[in-house]
Structures are given as structure tokens and as C-alpha cells.
């Protein structure tokens, strides 16, 4: 993490001299290289370095990403940890009041880390 931490400084630098903005700066990451961009989305040491992330392909809070009950839970605890669902009011059974509470908390980082759903159209 080390070394995204100081290519960060360095395009914090340097970018205006490629006429980019360092208020634009969007870091990303795809497998193991989302679950940096994640753990950096959150630490005190890449404050102001950049302003935007893209995670594909993976995160910090999904260490299995083929267990649906797994994923699951681990939503679950997310959104109640946010105090958006509880033990009655779970993901599963009313996930689009969980999900609007969950987008209404992250005011920095918009992302919701949740798993694949299977929902029906209402």
C-alpha cells in the first residue's frame, strides 16, 4: 500500500503539469488491486491524495465472493453496523429501504458493498 501512497503523492505532484486537476484525482483498482483502493478509501495516511475510487472485481469486506450466504451476512452486518437494517429489517426482506438508508450514510465514498441479489421487479 506503501508504493500507491507515494505514486498518490507523486500525481498530486505532478499532474497540473499534464494540465490535470487535483481535485479530479480518481484512484482504481481491479481484484487484488480494488481491495487497496478500498483499504486506502478509508485510511487517515491517503487523506486528500484523491477524491474518487473505483473498486472492480473486489473489496476489503469480501473475502468470498462465490458464498451467497456469506456475502450475505456480511451486508447484513454492514447495514446494521450504519444503523440501516436490523434483525427484522433485513436486506433480504426490504433491501431497497436498506439500500436508500445505506446511499444516504456514505456521504464521502458513495459505495454500498453488498452482493449480488436476487430480486423480482415490483
Not at 20 to 25: E, K
Not at 29 to 41: C, D, I
Not at 60 to 82: F, T, W
Request: charged fraction near 20%; charge should be positive; glycine fraction near 8%.
Amino acid at each position: 500500500l506503501y508504493d500507491i501512497l507515494e505514486g498518490l503523492k507523486w500525481v498530486n505532484k505532478y499532474i497540473a503539469a499534464f494540465g490535470g486537476d487535483t481535485s479530479r484525482i480518481t484512484l482504481a483498482g481491479q481484484g487484488a488491486g480494488s481491495t487497496a483502493a478500498g483499504l486506502l478509501s478509508t485510511s487517515p495516511l491517503a487523506k486528500g491524495l484523491f477524491q474518487r475510487v473505483i473498486m472492480e472485481s473486489g473489496s476489503p469486506g469480501y473475502p468470498d465472493r462465490d458464498s451467497i450466504k456469506l456475502n450475505m451476512d456480511i451486508s447484513q452486518k454492514v447495514a446494521e453496523r450504519l444503523y440501516c437494517a436490523n434483525k427484522t429489517h433485513t436486506i433480504q426482506n426490504t433491501p431497497t429501504e436498506v439500500l436508500k438508508c445505506l446511499r444516504s450514510r456514505w456521504l464521502i465514498f458513495p459505495i454500498v458493498l453488498l452482493s449480488r441479489m436476487k430480486m423480482k421487479a415490483t
